[in-house]
């Protein structure tokens, strides 16, 4: 059983994680302020496991890697959006950050809610309100690299990219 | 036969590659920069044992300090000294001269037809080359750099296609904003743009830029604009290197946007999203605390002519700071050499090291709380430039010029 943290639409990785604290590798360090500008509470609060709920283009913006980095720092397990940004979808996924795409499931969730997702169905369930959801399948590639446990560990099993 | 993403790596490939394909293509450059790099090095490291340790090809791998240079920080130069120690150990050199986007054309790395792939969401920009440039993390740069190859999904095509010519006083930026206006801000997420029509052919190299600079502020995987004469008349001297011309072939574009450029004013996006837009004339009662000219979208030498026209023999208004950073040593000596530099500082503004400045907000003019800036950026988000209440507004450098001299969101059309 996991919390779900619901944001909005549009979440740009400025907001994810503001460029002045982009000074580290460390991903300890990087979550302490993850959505510290429009969510002060999250980084303190959230426990390993929970879910991040959002609405459309999720991580615009900069390429930083801060930003999915600092969300698997706090322990966040998964993303689920109506929509992501294109390289924040790519950079979570690399980094072994699952990112679903599920419209159902956001627009029936609320923040607070409790929440299972079974990553390698995609079957998301809401157990405050018992409804389940199927995600969007994942592309071909993208799956490899999701199961593999990253764009690295893909590497590692393929012996290069291809 | 395609839309020009299509045709570059139809060209890259050797065989037809249409829109939806999933592609693993050898990449022509690939860049990091300051802030992005570090994390690079750690994903590449994880690769060592499997790779060999060192980069593909040093000719094609380029690390460049932008970001915060000269360090502002003991936390920025301790990054600094990682990334020179990685330089190092891999006979790397580090570029030093300017922003990114503005040094990889200069030396010559971005020709048509080109895909490269940069650790900085606006690598989009080289599209403005023909070529197919695209912002990666650093872990897909790690890859890139450890393997000489990346993925892709082949992206649909969304066209934007401007016609007429732009009033005097209203420039590529302001178009560039009504495209974004339009578009939306995730418009063109996961798809290549393409810009045609009579501006863009009239359109000089850096103007191109400008447009290509902001594709990703509508999602845009690239953003492109097909060589031409003006392409071939810029590289000639930069590059020794044979490109192909590619040009598209009966595309089918996903969709189509028609802008008149004619009818378009002088426009600004309002915080804290880009595709905030009004005419100019909407918000002529905001005070300015700082204005900001320069960064990869609007840190050339007409970008710098155009203010300096509007600035000359004037003073900045007493109750606004007024930055300007040229976006390279090319741009800047160039400056000089013209007199725009000494224009600047007359007029009482504070003139910076090639780089992306106070655009990401770490050095060289960060806002207090509740402050607000007029800049020629391509993001007012939230926090961008300091205190997450201090409010970004975005024009182009007339507009930034004129309201330096005001403390004001001022019409630039006043002032020419």
Redesign the interface.
């Known amino acids: 059983m996991s919390r779900i943290w619901k944001l909005g639409d549009?979440i740009?990785t400025?907001?994810i994680i503001?460029?002045?604290y982009?000074?580290?590798?460390d991903r300890a360090q990087l979550a302490k302020h993850c959505l510290c500008?429009?969510l002060p509470e999250f980084a303190p609060q959230v426990q390993p496991g929970d879910v991040m709920m959002a609405g459309?283009?999720f991580g615009?913006?900069?390429?930083?890697?801060?930003a999915?980095?600092s969300i698997l720092g706090c322990g966040v397990k998964v993303i689920i959006a109506r929509?992501f940004?294109?390289?924040f979808y790519?950079?979570a996924v690399?980094?072994g950050l699952p990112a679903l795409v599920c419209e159902e499931a956001v627009l029936a969730s609320n923040d607070g809610d409790n929440i299972e997702v079974n990553l390698e169905r995609g079957e998301i369930t809401n157990l405050s309100t018992g409804q389940t959801f199927q995600s969007e399948p994942l592309?071909?590639?993208v799956a490899r690299i999701v199961q593999a446990g990253?764009?690295?560990e893909h590497?590692?099993l393929e012996?290069?990219?291809? | 036969m395609g839309t020009l993403t299509e045709e570059i790596f139809s060209h890259k490939l050797g065989r037809p590659v249409h829109a939806g394909e999933t592609i693993v293509v050898e990449v022509d450059h690939v860049m990091s920069h300051d802030t992005t790099t570090p994390l690079a090095i750690e994903a590449f490291q994880k690769l060592a044992d499997q790779t060999g340790g060192k980069v593909f090809d040093r000719s094609r791998s380029h690390l460049i300090f932008d970001h915060i240079i000269p360090a502002a920080t003991i936390q920025a130069a301790g990054l600094h000294r990682q990334t020179r120690n990685f330089a190092r150990e891999q006979g790397l050199e580090i570029l030093q001269q300017g922003i990114c986007h503005q040094v990889m054309p200069e030396m010559g790395f971005v020709t048509p037809g080109a895909v490269i792939v940069g650790a900085d969401s606006h690598s989009c920009s080289y599209g403005a080359f023909g070529a197919f440039g695209t912002g990666m993390g650093s872990t897909d740069i790690a890859v890139a750099y450890a393997t000489g190859r990346a993925w892709f999904r082949v992206p649909e095509t969304i066209n934007v296609h401007l016609t007429g010519q732009l009033q005097p006083g209203v420039y590529a930026k302001d178009a560039a904003l009504e495209v974004v206006r339009r578009v939306g801000v995730d418009g063109a997420n996961y798809r290549a743009l393409e810009f045609t029509g009579e501006l863009i052919e009239n359109f000089s190299m850096s103007e191109r830029f400008t447009f290509c600079n902001m594709a990703i502020e509508m999602g845009g995987k690239a953003g492109l604009i097909a060589a031409d004469e003006t392409t071939r008349a810029w590289l000639t001297g930069r590059t020794e290197a044979k490109y192909p011309m590619l040009r598209v072939h009966e595309p089918r574009y996903e969709r189509v946007f028609e802008i008149d450029a004619s009818t378009l004013t002088p426009q600004i996006a309002c915080p804290p999203d880009v595709n905030n837009v009004v005419p100019v004339a909407e918000v002529t009662s905001v005070k300015l605390d700082q204005v900001f000219l320069g960064t990869c979208t609007n840190g050339r030498l007409d970008d710098l002519a155009i203010a300096a026209s509007i600035l000359k023999g004037r003073r900045v208004h007493p109750e606004t700071r007024m930055v300007i950073i040229p976006a390279s040593r090319e741009i800047q000596l160039e400056a000089l050499r013209l007199g725009y530099i000494q224009t600047f500082i007359e007029a009482g503004a504070s003139v910076g090291t090639p780089g992306c400045g106070p655009c990401i907000g770490r050095h060289f003019g960060v806002l207090a709380p509740g402050e607000r800036a007029l800049t020629t950026m391509n993001r007012n988000f939230t926090g961008r430039m300091g205190d997450p209440t201090a409010e970004i507004y975005l024009g182009s450098p007339a507009t930034v010029a004129a309201s330096a001299l005001t403390g004001y969101i001022t019409d630039p059309r006043d002032y020419l």
């Open positions: 549009n740009n400025d907001i503001p460029g002045r982009n000074v580290t590798t500008e429009v459309h283009n615009c913006g900069s390429s930083r890697e801060h999915p980095a929509s940004a294109r390289i790519r950079n690399n980094i592309d071909p590639f990253g764009i690295l590497i590692r012996g290069t990219l291809r």
